[in-house]
Every structure is written in C-alpha cells, then in structure tokens.
C-alpha cells in the first residue's frame, strides 16, 4: 500500500469505529427494538405523515403478551388517538376511525350495539360542529338519557380527564372493574385495545373515583383502525 492512503485508510477506520460506539445500528432489520415499558415514550406518523403521540413515562404496563413486536404497533396508534383526543385534534382521531364500520361509544364499560352510538370518520371530524343532541344511553343511578351533543359527550364520557397521565395502561388487559359488566372482549371478536386507567385521583376517595378510556381496534391493511371507545368509571 502506497504510504500516502495509509493515513486516510487509518481515518476511516477510527470514524467507523466511532460511529459504531454512538450510533447502535441493529443486524436484525425484522426485529424491533427492546426497551423497558416503564419508561417508553411512543411516537408514529399519523396517516397524513404527521403527528405524534405518547404517554406517562411513570405508566406502568400490563399486557397478555410482551409489549414487543405485534404489540408495539397497536400500543403506538393507541398513544397517538390519545394525545389527539387530548388535544382534540378530531381531524387526527377521524383519520383512525375504520372507514366503513366506523366508532362505537359506549359511555359505562357495558358494550350495548342496540343502544351505543356509532358514527362515520366524517363526523367524528366535524363533531365540534355538529350541534345535534343524540341520545347516547342512561346515567349511571338516575336512569335518566343521556342527551348530549357530541363535543358534550366526549368532555364527559370520553375525555372527562387527561389520559396521557394515566399510571396504568392495559394491552389487551382491562385495569380496574366496577359493578358495571365488562363486556369488551365478548362484544369486540378479533378485535383488540388498550386501556388507559387512572385507578384514583384521590386517595382518600379510595378508589371510587377510577376512570379509563379503552381504545378498541381491528387490524386492516392499513393498520389499527378505531371501532370503539368505552369510557369506564366507578358505578353505582
């Protein structure tokens, strides 16, 4: 080797090695990679190729089956209809919404389609627009209807609190039950979801002021698609 290539052969060697130090590259392009839940951050392109979402770093996690792999896609839209939902970003959440089956509310953790609502990717979008009061089923104790417009019904029984916040998130897995039947599971076949909890808000309330937000979806071709919302909360 002529002497004047051996420096700049013995440079490229050192940056290599460098870049190997600080740069981890995996050898295994299928594989994803591995990472302690508790203190997960996740983020994705929202189907317009924009957008992000995430969740409490202190969550602490419960799911069936590893959160690697096919959990990880599922988790990471669900984090991203949060932070929409959060942010009331509907034209975000709508982008999620199944196109054709469209998004099933249910406002007390009991899945009822004879009496739940379900509305299109398009009204989900306009929902801030739409002055319409529906009928979205009874309150809790009182048995009266609840009639609602849809931006009341969301600040109610879909996003009565922060859940970006929540200390808990179940994959597939419901956290806290009540004496409401929780029906999810039989109701959403080949379905699944995520289940965003804040067990209490008050410890002095002992519990009696949990509340969640499960994220029910079906996978396509395209990806996770909403089917479903079920607000929980402690009942009588």
Known sequence: MKRSLLFP??????IGLLLGVLVPISLSPGKPATSDVGTMTFTTLDPSGSGSGSVSSS????????VQGDNFPLLNTACVVNQALRQKDYATVSKYVHPTRGVTFTPYSTVNFDSDLTFTPAQVQSLSTDKNVYTWGFEDGRGNPIKMTMEQYFAR???????????????????????ALENLTEEYPGCRFVDFCLPSADPQNDGLDWSSLKLVFTLEDTGWLLVGVVHGEWTI
């Open 157 to 179: 029984y879909v996003y009565n609190t922060d859940y970006t916040q929540a200390t808990m998130i179940g994959v597939d897995q419901i956290i806290t039950t009540g004496n």
């Open 9 to 14: 052969c013995i440079l490229c060697l050192l």
């Open 59 to 66: 969550a602490w996690f419960s799911s069936s089956t590893p």
